[in-house]
């Protein structure tokens, strides 16, 4: 039996005694994963400060790296937005939504906090498209629009995704705040992605919540789900 539909099957003989419980655990999730972005604002905020200081050729560099993961989260606010309504009322859809509109609150908090600092920096932050394409995630199976299930997993490859890109592009920066705020911020996407595999774990579905001690490249198919 493939991991689609293992998971369809185990949600579905859950969902009439999970309602209330799965819900309130993803919201609870949700909840935590919330609490890791607040020190990122911070440490942001901090670093518009002290890039005062920062050389014109750092200054540079620093923005552009930032206006990648701004650029990121901008992607990530349209994917939330696009597939929140898709989401069916059932007791999957809104564990499933608990989890995404937390997530979404802390991409938004993310993008001001970003765009801030590359203002203070002298940089112009990168404006948000229209739509953008996720085609490369659908067509290697992680995730899909079709259905509640498969939403949760596309969000999931997203967030991993993010993570891992923070870890790496935080050690380009030559800024000391910075470099703290963007890994602060990393680990957030890493909470993310915990509390969408919490999410699947609370409505019946057998995984392990944190499959690996690391995010990284090597690493990230232990964290994704298939289709």
């Not at 919201?27 to 972005?37: D, P, V």
């Not at 992680?142 to 592009?169: F, Q, S």
């Amino acid at each position: 039996m493939d991991t689609n539909k293992s998971l369809i099957q185990s949600v579905t003989h859950q969902t009439h005694n999970i309602s209330r419980r799965g819900v309130l655990f993803a919201g609870a999730a949700a909840g935590l994963a919330t609490a890791f972005a607040i020190p990122a604002a911070s440490q942001m905020a901090q670093a518009t400060t002290i890039g005062k200081t920062t050389s014109a050729r750092d200054k540079k560099n620093d923005i552009a790296v930032l206006n990648n993961g701004l650029y990121y989260e901008h992607q990530a606010i349209w994917a939330y937005k696009f597939a929140a309504p898709k989401l069916t009322n059932t007791a999957v859809g809104k564990a499933v939504l608990a989890v995404a509109t937390a997530n979404l609150t802390d991409h938004q908090a993310h993008r001001d906090v970003l765009s801030n600092a590359i203002r203070s920096l002298g940089g112009t932050p990168v404006k948000a498209e229209t739509s953008y394409d996720l085609s490369s995630y659908l067509k290697k199976g992680e995730g899909n629009i079709d259905t509640d299930v498969n939403i949760a997993k596309l969000a999931l490859a997203l967030e991993v995704d993010a993570a891992i890109a923070y870890t790496l592009e935080a050690a380009k920066l030559k800024t000391p705040a910075l470099i703290t705020a963007g890994a602060s911020i990393g680990t957030n996407e890493a909470a993310h992605a915990t509390a969408i595999r919490a999410a699947f774990k609370s409505l019946g579905v057998d995984l392990a919540i944190v499959p690996t001690a690391f995010f990284n490249p090597n690493t990230r198919p232990a964290w994704v789900l298939n289709v």
